[in-house]
Structure formats: structure tokens, C-alpha cells
């Protein structure tokens, strides 16, 4: 069993940055990859940026390469999304997802837990 806890969320103006964070708890962080998705009303939810458990393999969407990077600490089980240049169309729920099997995945399928999510709110 995995929990994970987002934070980090909250209302910026276009241009500006923030910092989410994922906390994972319950079991061992090894070897498990963790992804970031989003979901904007209306929308369905979709793949920002996955990082193996080594933390040298990544994976973005097209939409935010270049402004999002995903890191983690193992040693605090913890993984991060610092989004750079925030544009009114990244305003949505963001939610972190454990994958099992330690691969980068884009698909929601391919996560086994999910946390709650944190919005994030970009104004014009």
C-alpha cells in the first residue's frame, strides 16, 4: 500500500512559478516510478511528466517540455514538479501517481495509486 500526499498548489500569475510536492508513505520508495498528471474541468486527465526511481530517466509532455522539470529525493521519499513560465492552460488539479513496476508510463492505467490532488490556478 502506497499513500500519497500532494502540496504545493495555489493561484499565480501567468509567468510565474510554483512547486509541488509528493509525499510518499507506506511502503518502500525503491524502485517505484512516480508520475505527475493534471485535470482541467471539463477535461480528462493527462500526462505531465514520469521519473524513474533513479531519478536519470524522465518523460514530459510536449506542452510543458522546457518550463516543468520532475525530481525526487528518495532519501525523503519524496518527488517534485517546479513549473516555470505558468501559462493560464496549466490551471487544473494536479495529481502524483506510483507506479509498481518502476517504469516511466504516460498512461493513467499504468499507475497503481494516486493522491488527491492540489489545484493549481493560473491567472491572466
Known amino acids: 500500500q502506497v499513500q500519497l500526499v500532494e502540496s504545493g498548489g495555489g493561484l499565480v500569475q501567468a509567468g510565474g512559478s510554483l512547486r509541488l510536492s509528493c509525499a510518499a508513505s507506506g511502503r518502500l520508495f525503491r524502485n517505484v516510478a512516480m508520475g505527475w498528471f493534471r485535470q482541467a474541468p471539463g477535461k480528462e486527465r493527462e500526462f505531465v511528466a514520469a521519473i524513474r526511481w533513479s531519478g536519470y530517466s524522465t518523460s514530459y509532455a510536449d506542452s510543458v517540455k522546457g518550463r516543468f522539470t520532475i525530481s525526487r529525493d528518495n532519501a525523503k521519499n519524496t518527488v517534485y514538479l517546479q513549473m516555470n513560465s505558468l501559462k493560464p492552460e496549466d490551471t487544473a488539479v494536479y495529481y502524483c501517481?506510483?507506479?509498481?513496476?518502476?517504469?516511466?508510463?504516460?498512461?493513467?492505467?499504468?499507475?497503481?495509486?494516486w493522491g488527491q490532488g492540489t489545484q493549481v490556478t493560473v491567472s491572466s
Open positions: 501517481a506510483a507506479d509498481l513496476k518502476g517504469a516511466i508510463a504516460t498512461m493513467t492505467n499504468e499507475y497503481d495509486y
